[in-house]
């Protein structure tokens, strides 16, 4: 419901992290499809902001691309070839520097990232670690643009094209849908101070 305050407590249990300087974790991972059991993730992208006083600083980036062991659909295969992801190392080999970008209990953030991304971390955790995945607080922009925004769908590209937070960005790297969407992050967060929604 357009307007609502659903989300209002996770908003402002996020912003008190980010005032605090807690830590953001805004993160996003390409997979070869949506079954967990039979697809692989093929790229992992992350930036890690912290508030200084009034300014927010990304002080990590982690933008990687694994080998999946197969093709990845022709969507995807777009952005990335199959002859780059052939080249770049398993995601085993890769799992480590997610794992330690990503530390004990983070505050993550990213864009449906609680039905589709953490599931594939939680995969990737227990193959590797056999650890759960376990943020100590996650938000889901998703989940803000569906309750302030009313448009026709909230696919990431809209819903940055219709809070003007796509300036610059042309979608042909995987880093690029976390920018987006910590920029809808920035955009989003100030509707649940002014009661208001975009059509």
């Not at 949506?34 to 790229?43: E, W």
Request: hydrophobic share 35%; net charge negative.
């Amino acid at each position: 419901m357009i307007n609502s305050q659903n989300y209002l407590g996770p908003v402002r249990y996020a912003q008190e992290l980010i005032l605090k300087g807690t830590p953001m974790i805004v993160f996003d991972v390409k997979t070869t499809g949506s079954n967990l059991v039979k697809d692989k993730v093929f790229a992992f992208s992350g930036i890690k902001v912290v508030k200084e006083k009034e300014t927010a600083l990304i002080i990590d980036t982690l933008d990687i691309l694994t080998n999946p062991g197969f093709s990845v659909s022709e969507n995807y295969g777009r952005m990335i070839p199959d002859r780059v992801l052939s080249a770049a190392p398993g995601e085993e080999e890769c799992f480590g520097k997610i794992y330690d970008f990503f530390g004990k209990e983070p505050f993550v953030c990213g864009y449906n990232s609680i039905a589709f991304d953490s599931k594939f971390m939680q995969q990737m955790y227990s193959r590797y670690k056999n650890e759960d995945f376990s943020p100590s607080f996650h938000l889901d922009i998703r989940k803000m643009a569906g309750e302030k925004l009313d448009l026709e769908n909230y696919r990431l590209k809209l819903v940055a094209r219709t809070l003007d937070a796509d300036g610059g960005i042309e979608y042909n790297r995987p880093i690029d849908d976390v920018i987006v969407a910590y920029r809808c992050w920035t955009v989003l967060e100030r509707y649940y101070d002014e009661i208001k929604s975009i059509t």
